[in-house]
């Protein structure tokens, strides 16, 4: 009998995306004139709270406005995630509260 070939299937680690990469997409929004202000803002928001927590964006979907309040009160805050429904602890950078001062 032949053995079966097993094709091993490589896991990729998912990175956060780095600080150039992150200015480059806030410059991008900024720059965009054809977005409403009310987008910039929303877009703005979005991807500086990404950027800082490491959350994914089905994650970063999932919160309210009281996840968001906390984190930035308290540096973190809970969220269930609907998915698994598993419970992830978040916690913000220190440059989150830099950035939000």
Do not use: C
């Not at 998912?14 to 803002?41: F, H, M, T």
């Not at 805050?77 to 220190?94: D, G, M, N, Q, V």
């Amino acid at each position: 009998m032949k053995p079966k070939n097993k094709k091993i299937k490589l896991k990729r680690i998912k990175e956060s995306i780095k600080e150039v990469e992150y200015k480059k997409l806030i410059n991008a929004v900024k720059g965009d004139e054809s977005l409403r202000p009310n987008s910039k803002q929303n877009l703005l928001r979005t991807f500086t709270i990404l950027y800082f927590t490491g959350l994914r964006l089905n994650e970063l979907q999932e919160m309210k406005l009281s996840h968001i309040k906390e984190l930035l009160e308290n540096g973190e805050t809970k969220l269930i995630l609907p998915k698994t429904k598993s419970e992830r602890k978040l916690f913000a950078t220190y440059a989150l509260y830099k950035t939000n001062r």
